[in-house]
C-alpha cells in the first residue's frame, strides 16, 4: 500500500505570492489533517477533513484554507505569504473515524518565503 | 495550544544506554500516542496507550501513563544510533477533536 504523497517536496516563494501543496492519503483513508511544523512553535494544527467536510480548524489566519475531494485527496492554500509562513506543512492521514487512532503522515513540503 | 509537552528538550546519550523521555498533558485524554522524526521527515507512529492502560511494550519501547499526574514517559533500550531522532507526544481527546502535538524531544544517540 502507497503512503501519504507530499507534493512539491520543496518550494520557494516570495512575500505576498500564494501557494498550494497537495497531499494524497492511503488508499481506503478518508481523514486528512494538516499541520504546521516551525522551530519555535512546534507542530501546529491546520485543519482536518472527513469525507470532503471540514471537521477542525486550528488558530491560523483566514490566509489558510483547504479542501478535500472525493478522491479525498486534501490540499491546503496559502495566499498573501509572509515570512513566517516558511515551515515543513505536513499532511497525515487516518482511517479512524473518530480521531482517536494513529496518524500517518507523509514528507512533508517544506516552504521557504523570501 | 500545545497539550502535551515533552521533557526534556533534548538528550544526548551512548549507546547502549536507556534513553528516557517524558510528556506531560492538561486535559483528560482518550489516548496517547508517540512518535518519532528523523531529521526534516515525516512523522512515523511508534506507539499508543489508551486512558485505562498503565504500560505498553513495543520491541525496545516501553511506554508509561499515569492518568492522575497526566503524564507519560517513553523508554528506549539499549539505544543505537540509528534512534537519533526528535521524539514527540501526542493526545487524543476524542469527540473528534484532533491530535495535538507537544514539541518534541530531541534525542543524540552517540556511537
Known amino acids: 500500500k502507497a503512503g501519504v504523497t507530499q507534493t512539491p517536496r520543496y518550494l520557494i516563494k516570495t512575500r505576498g505570492q500564494q501557494v498550494t501543496l497537495s497531499c494524497s492519503p492511503i488508499s481506503g483513508h478518508r481523514s486528512v489533517s494538516w499541520y504546521q511544523q516551525t522551530p519555535g512553535q512546534g507542530l501546529q494544527f491546520l485543519f482536518e477533513?472527513?469525507?470532503?467536510?471540514?471537521?477542525n480548524k486550528g488558530n491560523f489566519p483566514g490566509r489558510f484554507s483547504g479542501r478535500q475531494f472525493s478522491n479525498s485527496r486534501s490540499e491546503m492554500n496559502v495566499s498573501t505569504l509572509e515570512l513566517g509562513d516558511s515551515a515543513l506543512y505536513l499532511c497525515?492521514?487516518?482511517?479512524?473515524?473518530?480521531?482517536?487512532?494513529?496518524?500517518?503522515f507523509g514528507e512533508g513540503s517544506r516552504l521557504t518565503v523570501l | 495550544s500545545q497539550q502535551g509537552e515533552e521533557d526534556p528538550q533534548a538528550l544526548s546519550i551512548q549507546e547502549g544506554e536507556n534513553a528516557t523521555m517524558n510528556c506531560s498533558y492538561k486535559t483528560s485524554i482518550n489516548n496517547l500516542q508517540w512518535y518519532r522524526q528523523n531529521s526534516g521527515r515525516g512523522l512515523v507512529h511508534l506507539i499508543l496507550i489508551r486512558s485505562n492502560e498503565r504500560e505498553k511494550h513495543s520491541g525496545r519501547l516501553r511506554v508509561t501513563l499515569d492518568t492522575s499526574k497526566k503524564s507519560s514517559s517513553l523508554l528506549i533500550t539499549a539505544s543505537r544510533a540509528a534512534d537519533t531522532a526528535s521524539y514527540f507526544c501526542?493526545?487524543?481527546?476524542?469527540?473528534?477533536?484532533?491530535?495535538?502535538f507537544g514539541k518534541g524531544t530531541r534525542l543524540s544517540v552517540i556511537a
Open positions: 497525515a492521514s487516518s482511517a479512524d473515524r473518530t480521531n482517536t487512532g494513529e496518524l500517518f
Open positions: 477533513y472527513f469525507s470532503e467536510t471540514q471537521r
Open positions: 501526542a493526545t487524543a481527546q476524542g469527540g473528534n477533536t484532533p491530535l495535538v
